[in-house]
């Protein structure tokens, strides 16, 4: 085994010491959020996979559940979310061009329609809270079955037409099946706050990646040499966003009965 | 061998990682890898410890049959600790973060690892983990098993259970970092002419460990917020009462913790790769094969899970499926024992320290991992199951096997990473004791479970009591053979001979370097022409030992 | 066998056969340890460190790797198949079975015979005839576990699961729980007592106090107004249970299932999962009512009405239930669509 000297580095100030080359660094740290990517998708798939299990256990109480949720704000947001990738992309491109105040306009419009879709998250847990549907009972009471005025009309209701048994039922039978599918509607709302809580958690996180990215841009001269941070970041929202595009049809559109 | 040899004393360098700057700020900021590896080594010893304490109190509480030392909620406690702390703040950061973290970056030829600023980070996140973990346990303790199994974790006790979910939680992604270090840095930031095929097993094991580490770990994180969700909101995701599916938590729990089992070993089979060779001076018998081992028992440990579910109430058929798996993946372990083996034929083998550790390894380890097979074949699994027969099994695998690849590990870097030599023959010594006290301990729990002793039990049937006896005398000897190092290597900091650059004459980057090596590893990056355990080279320098 | 405990007494007619496999593993285990064992003792002894000799470069050879893979492959093999033959004996009751109906909570367990003779940890059976116990659990998961019979099983809540053993030896062995459970982990043992028919059958007569369980089942039934729908008249609005139990029910969806004992408890504790076609949704639950006791007495109930086939079910234009004749055509029609999908049985 034989040593020989290394080349001069490239003195890029951004180069830390690890690297040898601006182009190793980057390489380098691609694979490394592509890694964490993979790590991210293990762990949003084992939640998909328990909801999947579940769903198919408790068909009908989860068809509820999902028509209970707002099929509208769902899909404004997912046109939002699509929206703030398609801004990130702008931002990774210009940056890639050196343009570091394009970048920094598409960052800010980026966070702009991440904020309008935690935004409307929240409209839609209020609803849910409203509707007392929040599961466990730490926020009021869980209650499936409850009717709020001008709201969406109450779940074993909303079951038992789909099954065309509402003019068959007697009352108490009705309210006997009403409070099995509620408790399984329940499950279906842990799932449903479990999935969209973890991923908002991430959007919030992006949140903060994003604001910590537009003073790097100003900082770390980004340009067509070196804009590494902005690339990874965009990596990191697109998978943000793509979770997303999974949570909307498995939450809101699979078998989901006509609303009024 | 030279007649004309030259002897040099050797020094310590004059600048090295250690001294090349003082102060907290200094250590706790630091991003080397070298000193990273350190802080691990300080906390991980410190939970050995933790988990030692408990597992004497478990020994000395099983002396009498009727449980007369403590009571049965706090020895259900106690063995609930030791899993937990054993497993997770001890044996999954052992080698990767100690080891691997110190040694990888050398080895191949890097300055430091690919992130090192998240390699800190990793640390802090273990110390949170740590940190909810203390607490769990001095507020009052948990006592579901380290597995956590529901509806009993999640409806049923009142101890600290989110508490330590909380601190396994973060552990795992300080494991997860780790990994995600490692992974890049081998495919990255290899030195000029060190190709795939010329690595050291050292850092093929740890690189199919880290595989497991970043693929493994996020479902049992998610699995842990499920049952903490579940246990704080009474929700019934697990619990049936409430609509939940128990064996599905099986299924999700044990995705992980197998392969977590393979994350654990996969180092220390590494660092048996290593110590093998240098003390054969021989290259290692069949290196493309011991390398793939290493890759397929990460891929076959994905899919044998349900292993620990036979009598849970899966069906007949995914049983059997899972059994026959369970025998493919015991196969590359069993190719690795005859590799290591034959590297030793025809080889130049001197029984120093390091070398004890890994003949023990090998020993024990074949001894463990072929009770594995007791445990998959179906039939008999259904009697030996949750019982003392799987804690022997295990406690071979890691106690035996494990913990004696990181001893000799240590043992065997330690002068690369202090630059001084531990006292020899007291650490001959040590590891006699530890080897003795180690199947006094664990051999007659095979006979106890097959006997049909179950495990978790506070109190026991008075025909078990001669056997536990034994086994109790074994773990006071054991854990005298545990202490011993812990001194000594302490001693030797102040008190050591200096090691010199390469005392054992070993080949690898690691050792071209001085002891301890420079902040920045390297003057010059290195270029590799050679394969790995060159061994069969003259050296021209002898080094007075 | 007593000066050197090895083994549990095979007091069952599995436990010979468990122990056979475990003396070929054992005795694998041992050769190939010794093996190694020696094998590096001596090369650590032979090929010492001598100034005079060097090491010599082997890199490999790929003949001896296939064999040492190749070996062990079919070794692995054996023993898988050995074992899981084992296992499919074990975890299929015979038919002719002797029923046991058991009962796991923190931190005791409790048996009940068909006959009504209970029992609070401690069991009873007879050597020479099958026995079945159906468990189920209270609270957390259990596990029943007789090492003299080499049987295990998990006991789970909401889910029965069974264990069988034929008893061959007279005599008390231990039945432990093996499943941590909670403080009392330790202490959730039994005796299982197993006689000679003779005695066995004395036994069951002294305990007859509270009648069968059967019987029990059936008080149970009219107290609960479960006669009110469950009806062999033809205006009855549930479906008629004599004849029920064991056999193929056709569902709303078309599914068929069979008629055992999950399938009734979830009829009972949640009937709007599997609804019987050609009937309504209207059956009301009884979760929380009905105690896990009660539920076996009833199941045992709803059993004992299995022997009156033959019988018209009911005269509904409907058919609901499966008439004898059309048996073999629906078990085709359930292998079919076994072979489709998959089992409804947990993942």
Known sequence: MSHSPTTIPEHHPALVHQFDSMEQQREASTFGMWVFLLTEIMMFGGLFAAYLIYR????????????????????????????????????????????????????????????????????????????????????????????????????????????????????EAAEQASKQIAKQTEIF??????MTGLHALHMIIGLILMTWLLVQVQRLNIGPEYYTPVELSGLYWHFVDIVWIYLFPLLYLINRTHAK | MSTAAQTVKPVMPARHYLNDNYGIRSWLLTKDHKRIAV???????????????????????????????FQA???????????????????????????????????????????????????????????????????????????????LSSGFVHTNVIVMAVGILFAGFSSIFTGLNFIVTVHRMRAPGLTWGRLPLMVWANYAASLIMILGTPVLAITLILLALERGFHIGIFDPKLGGDPVLFQHMFWFYSHPAVYIMILPGMGVISEIVTCFSRKRVFGYAFVAFSSIAIAVFGFVVWAHHMFVAGISVYSAMVFSLLSYAVAIPSAVKVFNWTATMYKGSVKLDTPM?????????????????????????????????????????????????????????????????????????????????????????????????????????????????????????????????????????????????????????????????????????????????????????????? | MQSLPLFPEQASTVAGQVDALYLFLVLITTFFSLLIAILIIYFAIKYRRTPERTAEQIHGSTLLEIVWTVIPLGISMVIFLWGAALYFHIQRPPGNALEVYGVAKQWMWKFEFPGGQREINSLHVPTGRPVKVTLISQDVIH?????????????????????????????????????????????????????????????????????????????????????????????????????????????????????????????????????????????????????????????????????????????????????????????????????????????
């Open chain 1, 189 to 194: 709302f842990c799932f449903y706050f479990a």
């Open chain 1, 56 to 171: 198919i256990k408790y068909y009908d109480a989860f068809v509820a559940g999902s028509t209970s949720i707002d099929v509208t704000w769902g899909f404004v947001n997912t046109l939002v979310l699509i929206g703030s990738s398609l801004t990130m992309a702008l931002a990774v491109s210009a940056a890639q061009r050196g343009a570091r105040r394009g970048a920094q306009l598409f960052i800010v419009l980026t966070m702009i329609l991440g904020t309008v879709f935690l935004g409307i998250k929240g409209i839609e847990y209020h609803q849910k809270y409203v509707e007392h549907h929040i599961p466990g009972g730490i926020f009021g009471r869980f209650d499936a079955v409850s009717n709020y005025p001008g709201q969406e009309p109450n779940i074993a209701e909303e079951v038992a037409k789909e099954k065309e048994r509402v003019e068959k039922l007697s009352p």
């Open chain 2, 73 to 151: 909620d706090t020895y259900n406690k106690m063995f609930t600790m030791h899993g937990v702390n054993m497993i997770f703040f001890f044996l999954i950061p052992s080698v990767p973060a100690v080891l691997g973290n110190f040694i990888i970056p050398i080895m191949v030829g890097a300055k430091d690892l690919a992130f090192p600023k998240i390699n800190l980070m990793s640390w802090y996140i273990f110390m949170v983990g740590a940190f909810f973990s203390l607490y769990a346990m001095v507020s009052g303790g948990v006592d579901t098993g380290w597995t956590f199994y529901t509806p």
């Open chain 2, 39 to 69: 802080l691990y080594l300080f906390s991980i010893t410190f939970f050995f410890f933790i988990g030692g304490i408990f597992a004497s109190l478990i020994r000395l509480h099983l002396l009498t049959p009727n449980g007369e030392l």
């Open chain 3, 143 to 347: 596990s029943f576990f007789v090492p003299a019979f080499r049987v295990k099983s998990d006991v789970l809540p909401n889910r029965y699961m069974t264990s069988w053993f034929e008893a061959t030896t007279p005599g008390t062995y231990h039945l432990f729980c093996s499943q941590y459970c909670g403080t009392k982990h330790s202490g959730m043992i039994g005796e299982v007592t197993v006689m000679k028919p003779e005695d066995f059958a004395a036994w069951l007569e002294s305990g007859k106090a509270e009648g069968s369980m059967a019987a029990s089942g059936e008080k149970l039934f009219q107290q609960y107004g479960c006669t009110t729908c469950h009806r062999p008249d033809s205006g009855a609005r549930g479906p008629n249970l004599e004849g029920l139990y064991g056999r193929p029910v056709r569902l709303q969806d078309n599914r068929v299932v069979i008629a055992d004992d999950n399938y009734i408890r979830e009829s009972v504790l949640n009937p709007n999962a599997k609804i019987v076609s050609g009937f309504q949704p209207i059956m009301p639950t009884f979760q929380g009512v009905v105690s896990e006791e009660q539920m076996l007495q009833i199941i045992a109930y709803i059993k004992s009405m299995a022997d009156q086939t033959g019988q018209p079910l009911n005269n509904r234009s409907t058919p609901t239930q499966i008439r004898d004749t059309e048996v073999p055509n629906v078990q085709q029609q359930m292998q079919q669509d076994q072979n489709q999908k998959p089992s409804g049985k947990q993942p």
């Open chain 2, 356 to 545: 004890l550790y890994a003949l023990g390894f090998i020993g024990l380890f074949t001894i463990g991992g072929l009770t594995g097979l007791f445990l998959a074949a179906l039939g008999l699994d259904v009697h030996i199951h949750d019982t003392y027969f799987v804690i022997a099994h295990f406690h071979y695998v890691m106690v035996g096997g494990m913990v004696m690849a990181y001893l000799g590990g240590l043992h065997f870097w330690w002068p690369k990473m202090t630059g001084k030599l531990y006292p020899e023959p007291v650490a001959k010594l040590a590891a006699l004791i530890t080897f003795i006290g180690f199947n006094l301990t664990f051999f007659p729990q095979f006979i106890l479970g097959y006997m049909g002793m179950p495990r978790r039990y506070a109190m026991y049937s008075p025909e078990f009591q001669v056997l536990n006896v034994l086994s109790s005398a074994g773990a006071s000897i054991l854990a005298v053979g545990f202490i011993l190092p812990a001194l000594y290597f302490t001693w030797s900091l102040k008190y050591g001979e200096v090691a010199g650059d390469n005392p054992y004459k070993a080949t690898g980057l690691e050792w071209q370097t001085t002891s301890p090596p420079p902040t920045h590893n390297f003057d010059v990056t290195p270029v590799v022409t050679e394969d790995p355990y060159h061994y069969g080279a003259e050296e021209e320098v002898t080094v007075v030992p």
